[in-house]
């Protein structure tokens, strides 16, 4: 059974993992959506190499473009959905924190919005 997909919508509005999908080369934003829908597809099976835990419920979906390296913060919600929250150009071999602590303050904020479901 497939997983939900949901992009993290600001207070404003916006969606920024689909405007970040958008600004990719056409090429870069198939492949990305190909592996969006894998991991809808797969759920928590959709593991290594294309997914990892960064800490606690959240998690990276790994997109190799060549040349260019994407990564796709997510974490899991109920009801079997899939939350993408923030969406980035990596650049060097660690994640930056800075990265990391955009999706964890957006997925704290989803989870302080939809607390009943």
Do not use: C
Not at 90 to 98: I, N, Y
């Amino acid at each position: 059974m497939s997983w939900n997909i949901e992009m993290y919508e600001t207070e404003g509005g916006r969606k920024p993992v689909e405007e970040f999908l958008m600004a990719l080369p056409k090429y870069h934003e198939t492949k990305a959506n190909i592996l969006i829908q894998r991991l809808s597809q797969e759920g928590n099976m959709f593991g290594f190499p294309f997914t990892k835990t960064i800490s606690g419920k959240l998690k990276e979906l790994r997109i190799q473009a060549s040349p260019n390296i994407y990564r796709i913060f997510y974490f899991a919600h109920i009801d079997k959905k899939f939350v993408l929250l923030h969406g980035f150009t990596k650049k060097t071999e660690q994640t930056p924190r800075k990265e990391i602590r955009i999706a964890e303050n957006r997925m704290n904020e989803y989870i302080r919005r939809n607390k009943n479901g």
